[in-house]
C-alpha cells in the first residue's frame, strides 16, 4: 500500500468510523463470526468502514438504516477478511429490495438458443454491475445462519468468481494454490451431487449447488462461513480447498472459541 493510499485509509477510518454502539448491536450475537479473534473482528471492522465509502446501498422502496449497512458490510467483508477489501473493487451499487424480487429477461445459451427466464430471486450479482439482494432473505439468513444460507456470502462469492471475467466456479486462485486439485476436488464433488440428486438421494447441502459450478462455489461457500461443519464432515477435500482459497478455517476457529 503506497503513502498516499494509506493516508486515504487513515483518513476514512478516522473521519467515517462505524459508530461503536451501531457495531456491538450487528456483531454482538452474529452466528458466522462466531470465534474470530479479536484482532479478526477489529479488522473486519475497519474492512467494513472503508467498504460502506466505496460502496452505494440503495434501497428500493426500503429505508436503508445504520445497522442495515453495516449488517452488509459485514457479511460481504467477511469472506475477504485475510484477502482484501481490493478484491471487491470494480463495482459500487448495493440494491436492496423489501423482500425477493421478480427478474424476466432472455437469456442465449451456449447454442445460440435463447430462453426466456422468469424467476422470483433473493439476490443476484452482476459482473461490473450492481449486488441485488433481499432484505427479509438477509434477516432469515441471519435468524438461521447455522443452516447454511446467506445470501450476502453467495453473491459476494459470485463477484469473487467473477474477478477473472467469467462466472465458472473457479476465482482467480492464489499462486501457491494448484489449479488442478482446485478443479478435481471441485468437479468430483459437484458430479456427485448431480448423482445424488438424479437417484433422489438425501443430500447434505441445498440442491441448487447443483445447479452449474458458479452456483456450486457460492453455495459451498454459503456452508464454510455459517455451517462449516456440513462441508468438512461430507466434503472434507472441497473444505480443505475453501480453507487455502479464503485463508480462513471457520470450523476450527468455532471449536476453539
Known amino acids: 500500500m503506497n503513502f498516499f493510499k494509506r493516508a486515504k485509509t487513515r483518513y476514512i477510518l478516522h473521519r467515517h468510523p462505524i459508530e461503536q454502539a451501531v457495531w456491538h448491536a450487528v456483531t454482538e450475537n452474529l452466528n458466522v463470526l462466531q470465534g474470530l479473534s479479536a484482532v479478526e473482528k477489529a479488522h473486519l471492522r475497519e474492512l467494513s468502514t472503508l467498504f460502506l465509502q466505496e460502496k452505494t446501498i440503495i434501497g428500493v422502496n426500503l429505508t436503508i438504516t445504520d445497522n442495515m449497512r453495516v449488517t452488509l458490510a459485514v457479511h460481504a467483508c467477511l469472506p475477504v477478511l485475510h484477502l482484501g477489501l481490493s478484491l471487491l473493487a470494480g463495482w459500487t451499487d448495493i440494491l436492496i429490495y423489501p423482500s425477493a424480487f421478480h427478474v424476466a429477461r432472455d437469456e442465449r445459451d451456449v447454442d445460440g438458443i435463447v430462453h426466456h427466464q422468469d424467476r422470483i430471486l433473493s439476490g443476484e450479482a452482476w459482473s461490473r454491475g450492481p449486488v441485488i439482494l433481499s432484505w427479509e432473505d438477509i434477516e432469515w439468513d441471519i435468524k438461521e445462519g447455522h443452516h447454511g444460507h446467506s445470501v450476502i456470502i453467495h453473491e459476494i462469492a459470485h463477484k469473487l468468481d467473477m474477478l477473472d471475467g467469467s462466472c465458472n466456479g473457479m476465482p482467480p486462485l492464489h499462486v501457491a494454490m494448484s489449479i488442478p486439485d482446485w478443479t478435481q476436488t471441485l468437479s468430483a464433488a459437484y458430479q456427485q451431487l448431480e448423482q445424488d440428486l438424479m437417484k433422489q438421494r438425501p443430500t447434505t447441502v441445498n440442491a441448487y449447488a447443483a445447479s452449474s459450478p458458479a452456483e456450486f462455489f457460492a453455495v459451498f461457500s454459503e456452508y464454510f462461513f455459517t455451517a462449516p461443519q456440513v462441508i468438512h464432515t461430507h466434503f472434507s477435500d472441497?473444505?480443505?480447498?475453501?480453507?487455502?482459497?479464503?485463508?480462513?478455517?471457520?470450523?476450527?476457529?468455532?471449536q476453539s472459541g
Open 238 to 254: 472441497v473444505y480443505e480447498q475453501l480453507q487455502l482459497y479464503y485463508r480462513q478455517d471457520p470450523l476450527n476457529r468455532r
